[in-house]
Nanobody, 115 residues
Framework: QVQLVESGGGLVQAGGSLRLSCAVS????????MGWYRQAPGKQRDLIAT???????NYADSVKGRFGISRDSAKNTVYLQMNSLKPEDTAVYYC?????????WGQGTQVTVSS
């Protein structure tokens, strides 16, 4: 059983920064990619950042240049550094691990950005 545990969410003012962490119960290299999604109230869950097993990264246009995804393989942890936060970044953020057609999810962590 794969477990993903997010942490680091909270309340921050617009323009501020947060770093989310996702601790994984097995080697992150056992997955094809790790990613971060977010879901705002009443909206669908959107993919915002991914990092492949080879280290390549991709970002949604809405966060490009402000957010950075990284990993620490020794700690089996994936991070999402979020800078220049905006009120529209308010959402529950979910960590995802993908291998072939299988997806594993964390429980989510709330990020609230006040104006």
């Amino acid at each position: 059983q794969v477990q993903l545990v997010e942490s680091g969410g909270g309340l921050v003012q617009a323009g501020g920064s947060l770093r989310l962490s996702c601790a994984v119960s097995r080697s992150i290299f056992s997955f094809d990619a790790m990613g971060w999604y977010r879901q705002a109230p009443g909206k669908q869950r959107d993919l915002i950042a991914t990092i492949s097993s080879g280290g390549g990264t991709n970002y949604a246009d809405s966060v490009k240049g402000r957010f950075g995804i990284s990993r620490d393989s020794a700690k089996n942890t994936v991070y999402l550094q979020m800078n220049s936060l905006k009120p529209e970044d308010t959402a529950v953020y979910y960590c995802n691990a993908a291998r072939n057609s299988l997806h594993y999810w964390g429980q989510g962590t709330q990020v609230t950005v006040s104006s």
